[in-house]
């Protein structure tokens, strides 16, 4: 059911988000704010600079590799070389949660590892601090894998953390040494970080471990994080349904594991934006088809799993996932049902990383709630508009040096999971293989889509839309809840979560449920501040 | 187990530092600047450093932390910052059109070596700069020191930039405030207040960094040093720096430019501290001490006397930042309390010196400070050496609960609990909220360990 909002006239206010900028501030922003048409897909100028000054919620690509990509994996010890605020500030801030299965596992997250670069190391150099650092790590710790993340000042001053990564590697012998030259500047945002990442767990993990995994429809889970225990619920529902999920990246992952990827026969992708790269690396070099996924939302995740059932093609497990969603639906519609008046007609916005501020417009339109207007801080315009454009965007000055693996078929593990003819026919039956048909085709005609918001865009739209609520990051979260609407973060869930699934659709339900009908947003006005509030002058009278 | 790798055995390290007990100086002075009125602090470096550092502000405060940032690009890194820095003043006084810009560096700039004067002069010169706003900078890279140093040098900054002579002094007393919180630096106010001494407090985040809730987001909220004020601190007739490492540079820089006079005190944190504040007030504003702050003393040192038992003899652990942690060691001290294990991130020799002075009643303490005095030792200290106590910031969680230590939030970042930004830890109500926090959890270890024969109804 849609519901019935009536969407402004856009152009007035595409208007007023820009004129107070500079003019060439002005003319470069103009690009970058588009008036959607689900129809015929207008083209949105993303992943280009961010304009000095104009406060963007955008971090850098240190962020993106480190803090998004790597993270999450509990048994890699990942030393950042730099001085110490890049390492302190990724230190346990993303709530990427890990179970390992005994106690005394291996598990480094709640651990913060830094060369804490001092004044004469940015001087003489700090491969030396660096090599002992990687020394006194594994001296204290013995792990199977250390990770080296250079930020800002390092490729300034020349450091070379590949060569001191090699070099110890060898030294050390039974440990996977490996760098990332991640720094903060590369690139326009986290984004570089993503790519950057992906080359390296490519390069240096992924095939390492060739041990067939027991199972039947081995999966990987391609950009899912497990924030919030995200993770945790799809890898429920894909036990439930029978479905073997060989290596996640990176949610609640391992070294071993991802090692072990490549014997996975399908890629599911969550997050497109951060591991596309992986994806098509895979399939080049192992024959690996992938897949977009969503597990946001009860009838997306009912959907993927439909989907996944299907390019397996087997009988038991379609009956199966059919089963589960039968099993899990229900629960899920009581919920929604008790909830959804309360929610209807209401209207949202997400400006969000680079993917949630579409997938979570499925949960919003299951609570009967519009979308007003959404964007991302670093996507790439092909999750705007569908991965068809990717011929047609060029990579500008600002990008231009972030490697692009030259992948080719392994000469002995390539193996096509699928044959021309097979993958043919799941097409023809509506399977997007190696696709993704972006954020602006779900969104309604004359709904607003802008990249890289600034501040002063975001608290325009909320002055001149008055959404019910706002979804962002924690930056803008007590900014938007000032102004008396409630804030989303969908980075963190306001140490919620799990979002995924069908429990995640609950949790989701509820939360939006509580924030907009929440006593609070009725108690800021005091009363004697309010209109036709009695005087304060009158006098008891004796009775 | 949380932290399950961390071995009782101590190896001392030379490469590696684990969970630090500091972090960079961009956040110090972006924090310090938020403390002037009608203030755009910005970030001159790339754009996740700024990032960071109002995420981690925000966490702390839950509050709105507004900064831009000059979003170096790759080219920016290797031909200069000079034109992103230009275009971002440009277009911050025609977006946000704030009173000042307070430009601080991070390690990319200060690698490439920008020079924010030269470049706040040519912004001066080429008229980006409207007329009565103003663009003050400092240097603050991340390779030196911690988060303490970058506010003592935006601190710095501010008298240096703004401060002017004309010759005449005033009865007023410049109090420069070490890193404290809004509540503290509001208690500041109030004491003097109540002392009817005339000061003038920067940096003052109170009003900025706990705002109320009316429905409008202030951009620029109604606290904050004014510029006028700033100005003004060049003809007061002395200073009274709170902490030797973040406010004494920026008394040092008055006096050196302004004649100002200054005597450097602990921060007030604890009886003692609060005291030798008190008293050094009085004296400089030539009035007596009222009998109100007598009797809150007295109030104080009441409750310190009626609950002695749950304190003596009791074993602290504690982490932070230098001017906060050296009152506290004080007054864990006066408590009858034994400070047993103590780091800091920060280095420093004045530091190290004054935290020597207050040990020498705790000789057996174990104290480190700089490059490798991190979490990660004092962790293995306490699995050496266990302690009754635990006090630093939401870090030490990991700590107290492997180690089911009773845990006291305090210092920076606190990411997990509210009261740190709204109740001070300064003055004598500081340091009876210190008290019942202290109190309040050994004896709900107490109440939660003791056998149900040795339960309590009164303690």
């Known amino acids: 059911m849609e519901a019935k909002v009536l969407i ?72 950042v070389h730099g001085p110490i605020g890049c390492s302190f500030y990724a230190w346990l801030t ?144 894909f036990e439930k349904c029978g479905i073997t999920l060989v290596a996640s990246f990176s949610g609640n992952s391992t070294v071993r594991a991802i090692e072990n990827a490549h014997m996975a026969d399908l890629n599911v992708i969550l997050c497109h934006r951060s591991i596309n790269y992986m994806g098509d690396m895979m399939e080049t070099k192992y024959g690996i088809p992938w897949m977009k996924v969503n597990f946001v939302g009860a009838e997306s995740t009912s959907k993927s799993l439909r989907k996944i059932a299907e390019y397996f093609g087997d009988e038991e497990l379609k009956a199966r996932v059919e089963a589960v969603i039968a099993e899990e639906t229900p629960k899920v519609q009581a919920i929604i049902d008790e909830i959804r008046p309360r929610t209807e007609g209401k209207t949202a916005m997400l400006f969000v990383g680079g993917s949630r501020a579409h997938h979570y417009q499925d949960l919003f339109s299951e609570l009967g709630m519009t979308t007003l207007a959404a964007g991302y801080e670093f996507a790439h315009r092909d ?55 972006g954020m602006m085709k779900q969104m309604q005609k004359k709904s607003l889509v802008i990249d890289d918001v600034s501040h002063y865009e975001s608290e325009k739209l909320i002055e001149l839309y008055k959404p019910d609520i706002f979804c962002a990051g924690i930056k803008e979260k007590y900014v938007v809840q000032k102004m008396g609407v409630p804030l989303k ?14 429990e995640g659709a609950v949790n989701f339900y509820k939360d939006i449920d509580r924030m907009v009908n929440n006593p609070v947003w009725k108690l800021i006005k005091a009363p004697w501040e309010k209109a036709g509030a009695e005087s304060l002058e009158a006098s008891y009278v004796a009775s | 187990m949380l932290l399950r790798h961390t071995p009782t055995e101590v190896k001392e390290r030379e490469g590696l530092t684990i969970n630090p007990a500091k972090t960079c100086q961009p956040i110090g002075a972006m924090y310090a600047a938020l403390g002037i009125h009608g203030c755009l602090p910005h970030s001159h470096g790339s754009q996740g450093c700024c990032s960071y550092h109002r995420s981690t502000l925000t966490r702390h405060y839950k509050e709105p932390v507004m900064a831009s940032t000059s979003s170096f690009t790759e080219g920016a890194s290797v031909f200069g910052g000079q034109a992103n820095l230009l275009a971002s003043i440009e277009t911050i006084f025609s977006v946000y059109d704030p009173e000042v810009i307070a430009v601080h560096s991070t390690c990319l700039s200060e690698t490439i070596g920008d020079d924010l004067q030269q470049i706040t002069k040519k912004a001066s010169d080429d008229g980006k700069i409207p007329d009565g706003k103003y663009v003050i900078y400092a240097s603050t890279p991340s390779f030196v020191g911690s988060h303490i140093t970058g506010y003592a040098n935006m601190v710095t900054g501010m008298a240096e930039q703004f401060a002017v002579s004309t010759g005449e002094k005033t009865e007023q007393i410049n109090i420069v405030a070490g890193w404290m919180e809004p509540s503290d630096m509001r208690e500041i106010k109030s004491i003097a207040s109540l002392m009817d001494a005339k000061i003038v407090l920067f940096p003052d985040t109170s009003d900025v960094l706990d705002a109320p809730q009316t429905g409008k987001h202030e951009f620029y909220p109604k ?47 604890g009886l003692s501290a609060t005291d030798r504040f008190i008293m050094a007030l009085s004296k400089a504003a030539g009035k007596p001490v009222p009998a109100s702050i007598t009797a809150e003393r007295g109030r104080v040192v009441d409750v310190m006397a009626d609950m002695e038992q749950y304190f003596y003899g009791k074993k602290v652990a504690l982490f932070g930042d230098p001017d906060q942690i050296m009152p506290l060691t004080e007054f864990l001290l006066d408590l009858g309390m034994r400070p047993t294990h103590i780091v800091s991130g920060t280095p420093g020799l004045r530091f190290e010196k004054r935290m020597k002075e207050i040990l020498e009643r705790a000789p057996y303490a174990n104290f480190r400070n700089g490059a490798q005095a991190d979490m990660f030792l004092l962790h293995q200290w306490i699995k050496n050496e ?43 109500s500081g340091a009876m909220r210190l008290i019942e926090k202290i109190l309040g959890v050994l004896m709900d270890q107490q109440d939660r360990v003791a056998l149900e024969e040795k339960f309590e109804l009164v303690m």
């Open chain 2, 223 to 269: 606290g904050g040093v004014t510029i006028d004020q700033l100005r003004s601190t060049g003809d007061s007739k002395c200073s009274l720096a709170l902490g030797c490492v973040s406010a004494e540079p920026a008394a040092i820089a008055l006096d050196k430019k302004c004649k100002v006079p200054f005597e450097t005190l602990d921060m007030p944190i």
């Open chain 1, 383 to 437: 999750d705007y508009e569908g991965r068809e454009v990717l011929p047609k965007i060029k990579i500008d000055a600002d990008s231009k040096n972030i490697e692009e693996l030259k992948v080719s078929a392994d000469p002995e593990l390539y193996k096509p999971r699928k044959s021309e003819a097979e993958l043919e026919e799941l097409k023809a039956r509506g399977l997007e293989i190696n696709g993704y048909e």
């Open chain 1, 489 to 502: 973060q969908l980075h963190s869930y306001d140490y919620g979560g799990p979002y995924t699934g069908y």
């Open chain 1, 8 to 79: 402004p006239d856009p152009s007035r206010i595409k208007e007023e988000l820009i004129n107070k900028y500079p003019a060439k501030v002005a003319k470069k922003r103009s690009k970058s704010i588009v008036i959607n048409d689900p129809e015929t897909v207008p083209e949105v100028q993303a992943n280009v600079r961010t304009v000095p000054g104009i406060i963007t919620q955008r971090g850098c690509s240190y962020a993106g590799c480190k803090g998004v990509v790597l993270g999450p994996t509990r048994d890699i010890v990942n030393i």
């Open chain 1, 94 to 237: 993303r709530r990427n949660q890990t179970r390992p299965e005994k106690p005394t596992d291996e598990n480094y997250i709640t651990y913060c590892f830094s060369t804490d670069m001092q004044e004469e190391h940015v001087v003489f150099g700090g491969e030396k601090k660096l090599k002992v650092a990687i020394q006194e790590a594994y001296d204290l710790f013995h792990p199977k894998a250390i990770a080296i993340f250079s930020t800002c000042p390092v490729g300034l001053i020349g450091d070379d953390v590949h060569a001191a990564s090699r070099e110890m590697k060898e030294k050390l012998g039974d440990c996977n040494v490996f760098g990332f030259s991640c720094e903060g500047y590369r690139g326009v945002s986290q984004s570089a970080g993503h790519h950057i990442a992906n080359n390296g767990v490519f390069k240096h993990m992924v095939g390492n471990n060739n041990e067939p995994k027991a199972g039947k429809f081995k999966l990987n889970l391609l950009g899912e994080y497990n924030i919030g225990g995200d993770a945790f619920e799809i890898e429920r529902l």
């Open chain 2, 386 to 428: 266990p302690v009754d106590l635990l006090i630093g910031n939401t870090y030490g969680k990991y700590i107290a609960r492997d180690e089911n230590i009773p845990f006291v939030r305090f210092g920076f970042p606190i990411l997990d609990r509210v009261g740190h930004s709204y109740f001070p830890s300064v003055g004598y």
